[in-house]
């Protein structure tokens, strides 16, 4: 507790110091994840995975259930009632214990930046809760012509983990091209105080090429795809491990710039993308039964997006579209081998078709003030393609209809004053409907409470009422922004157990049934600080706090405790270091009445450093540091079953490029 209050009282000096810098944005946060020009001159650790990256944003937590693939989760809201796109691209995992996220086919050598939009604004690419992550991409266009090189290799010691990786890149004035491959081989990490974790190894490939053509002033063709595959990946956390996680992600867009013209912009987008998932535990000791659980899943889309300007007002209509289709299966083989195998369908062959209409204003008042309204329907259709599928939900639910379509709506507005003190408030109102596995998720077991969960295709849309406020101020040599957030989500969808039903796995408490709770509601609030201590030295604070509650007043599960981050960065000329410390409090508001159990205060200090050597045309950064300095041993509210967090952790990056 002492050790708690004293690093409390080192943040809170911070506050006399917080102010506003001008790259502060409201409504949308951007986290530059790198650019291939200038790639990792900013960041600590370049060859990082995009979970890192995505954890800078006070919005954003992640759900662990091994050493790779994280959730995100963006305003204490898992993926279910979130959107995470690729540039406007819905993909969506082929797992049944979401093991397969959508940032993990995904790389940070190919990928910009990400654009976290909280709440009902993000919904400009499909229905949300919570908000959406759209990750853009790494281009050149055709700036800096010619030949672009870049040799990345990576090590690091906790889990000796092999980074390698090329990109090459030419531009001209009618062609552009961007290709980008790494590779990277882990073992199982080790925990604080030389504690291996089992089951944590992976192995990934990531393939990335973007190509873009000019068919004239003003048009703009490009095609772009990705193909990333990982190869026995432990799952420490679960009860199975991944044999194979494959996905190929395609698109082709036309881009036009109208000259002299309201619409400032006219883009077109059709993507095709598939992913692939196999569960395997075949390399887990003393395995009860043996399974073999094989997912897959195929999305059709397409967006059509209109941007401009008249008068005092910008605008942006976009009409998206896609056409999913989720299978899982499952069989299970008995240790006799005189009985008979069994087998069912876990995502009965569902099919999901999406025709969604978003309209954005934004109106300028003056040079101070601005209003933003967004709204949006769609309307969303689940077909169960399987039969034999529909008669197992059958049993369930007599009445479970072959077909299920929702109208789904949503409205937002905000508000912003900006002058010497920037605030914004705003709220909104949005609706989503279930997702594959809370409406047809047949004997879906979850390790964390130990329940088979059955879906409900029978609930209502999840609906809710937002409401935000932000501050920012700013002074010439430091930033601060104070946010939060409060959602009322009416039909609040949560599995509840039936003890009238016995489960299908083996040593499973039971069966819990999705259903809808009358409400919960969710608080958020974040405080962002920089202060540029001298023309070397910069400090930078972030304290974040969030609380969840449903209609009982029980806490909802994987709420992060109050949790912090301060860092001390120094720069001059070609060479940078930093030191960091961050950590959560104890969470004391954990939800036993969903399985979960409370996690200990934590407090970790890192340090990192970096030079640029210039060799002719040729430039060649080196980053190093030290992770988990103290070795410390612990868990966060996100750590799925408790598994512990990587120890001592020593790596290097080096970067060669021109």
Known sequence: MKKLIFHLAILCITFSYAQEKDSIQVLEEVIVIGRKKDLNLKQAKPLTTIDDYLQQSGNITMIKRGGYAWEPVLNSMATERTLVTIEGMHIFGACTDKMDPVTSY???????????????????????????????????????????????????????????????????????????????????????????????????????????????????????????????????????????????????????????????????????????????????????????????????????????????????????????????????????????????????????????LYLEDNYEFNCHSFLKLTASAGLHSNTVQSQSGLESMQIFYRDAEKTKSRLLKSIAISYTHKKDVEITVGAGYGERAPSVSEGYGFYLFNSFDNYDYVGNPGLSNEKSLEGNVAVAYRKEKGTMKLSASYFHIKDYIIGKPDTALLPMTLGADGIKIYTALPYASIFNTALDTEYKISEHFNWQTQLAYSLGRDNNNHNLPFISPFRYTTSIAYRHKSFSSELVLYGNAQQSNYAAEYGEDGTASFAIVNYNAGYLFYAGKYKIQARTGLENIFDAYYSTFGDWNNIPRPGRNFFINVIFYN
């Open 106 to 356: 995904v790389e940070v050598s190919n990928l910009s930046e990400a654009t976290i939009t909280s709440g009902q604004h993000g919904s400009g690419y499909g229905a949300t809760i919570g908000g959406s992550v759209d990750l853009k991409r790494n281009r050149n266009y055709f700036t800096n012509p010619g030949w672009k090189t870049m040799l990345n290799t990576g090590y690091e010691s906790v889990n000796n983990q092999k980074i390698a990786g090329a990109a090459i890149s030419y531009a001209e004035s009618s062609f552009y091209a961007d290709t980008d491959i790494i590779y990277r081989d882990a073992g199982n990490y080790k925990a604080g105080n030389n504690n291996q974790v089992l089951f944590s190894q992976f192995r990934k490939l990531n393939l990335s090429g973007t190509a873009g053509f000019r068919l004239g002033i003003n048009k703009i063709l490009e095609a772009s795809a990705i193909y990333d595959k990982a190869n026995d990946v432990g799952y420490p956390a679960l009860p199975m491990d991944v044999s194979l996680a494959e996905a190929l992600i395609t698109s082709a867009k036309l881009e036009v710039k109208p000259v002299n013209s309201a619409l400032k912009t006219w883009e077109t987008k059709l993507y095709y993308n598939s992913v692939t998932h196999i569960m395997d535990d075949t390399k887990r000791p003393f395995v009860p039964m043996h399974m073999d659980m094989p997912g897959e899943t195929q999305t059709y889309g397409g967006y059509s997006a209109l941007m401009g300007s008249f008068g005092k007002h910008s605008f942006k209509v976009n009409y998206n579209s896609y056409y999913n289709r989720s299978y899982a299966e499952m069989t299970m083989y008995p240790s006799n081998p005189d009985e008979n195998s069994m087998f069912m369908l876990t995502w009965p062959d569902v099919r999901t078709f999406f025709n969604g």
